[in-house]
């Protein structure tokens, strides 16, 4: 009997972010040990995951973006942003960063805000113009792109900077808190709209929040965060259907989920 040809197997997928051993200590001088913000942080992040990192103030969230966007260096481990140093990421823009404060130029438009990482990147500005108001339709505002960020609500603002981040179609984002400073309602509305945009651009995203229905709501995986030292205590995943809409948040499995979220920062308060 003659042998089958074996299908190809696939090769097991590495980590699209590959985090091991972290460590990152702040303002270490000759005497003074500095503080330690991450304490050996070991994380995979999958092509295609939605990862929200949750935990005390303190514990580290906003290091471990920044490491990850090379805004921050780490003091040892290693970190690869698809398969590249995180400064080679940067470089070949392989993501886009989205603040806490919306960080719009006043004196340019919303569809200018938009466009000007295309003209820094060299795109002609009628090219230009064509993507940013792509993305600005992408975010629901394609209808005030040529109002300032003045003239705009905060949610707005915040759409504005996500079209932005989107500019260069990177394949990851990014967020910091990106919601954080927004009413309930408007909150819930941008998390079902942002829901929605990564599910249709299969984008992976890092998101840091304080919000355990925000976190549950959007996440594919969460990360429960303790402080002093900073580092990782529970990774949960979210097994919630998925296409996520009003109906999740009331789902029997969201409350179950929201209740371990719950659980794993009480532990994290506790240490
Ligand atoms: N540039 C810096 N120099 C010295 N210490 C810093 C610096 N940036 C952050 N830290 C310290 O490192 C720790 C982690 O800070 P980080 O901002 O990453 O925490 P976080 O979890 O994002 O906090 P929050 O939820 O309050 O935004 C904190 O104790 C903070 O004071």
């Known amino acids: ?19 091991r051993g972290l460590i990152k200590r702040y303002g270490a001088t000759g005497q003074d040990a500095g503080h330690l913000a991450l304490d050996g942080v070991d994380l995979g992040i ?13 514990c580290g969230k906003t290091t471990l973006l920044r490491i990850l966007a090379d805004l921050e260096t780490p003091t040892a481990g290693t ?7 995180p400064e080679e990421a940067r470089k070949g823009r392989l ?10 130029l ?23 113009r064509k993507i940013a108001l792509e993305r600005l339709e992408q975010v629901g505002l394609a209808d005030a792109a040529r109002r300032y960020p003045w003239q705009l609500s905060g949610g707005q603002q915040q759409r504005v900077s996500i079209a932005r981040a989107l500019a260069l179609d990177p394949e ?37 929040t304080h919000s355990i229905a925000e976190a549950v709501f959007l ?28 109906e999740t948040r009331t789902l029997p499995r969201f409350f179950e989920l929201a209740k371990e979220v719950h659980e794993g920062l009480r532990d994290a308060y506790a240490v």
């Open 172 to 208: 990851l984002l990014f967020m910091d808190e990106p919601f954080g400073a927004l009413d309930e309602i408007t909150r819930e509305r941008m998390n079902q709209d942002l829901h929605e945009l990564w599910r249709r651009s299969g984008k992976t995203a890092v998101f840091v």
């Open 106 to 128: 006043d004196w340019r438009s919303a569809l200018a805000n938009v466009m000007l990482p295309l003209q820094v990147m060299g795109q002609p500005k009628d090219e230009a």
């Open 95 to 104: 993501y886009g960063y989205i603040f806490q404060a919306p960080t719009l």
């Open 219 to 246: 996440s594919t995986r969460i990360v429960v965060m303790r402080a002093n030292p900073g580092g990782v205590t529970r990774v949960l995943d979210v097994d919630l259907p998925d296409e996520r809409n009003f």
């Open 1 to 19: 009997m003659s042998a089958q040809p074996q299908a190809p197997q696939p090769a097991a997928e590495h980590p699209l972010i590959d985090i």
């Open 79 to 85: 970190v690869k942003v698809g398969g590249l140093s």
């Open 46 to 58: 999958h092509r295609g995951d939605f990862v929200s990192l949750i935990g005390p103030s303190g």
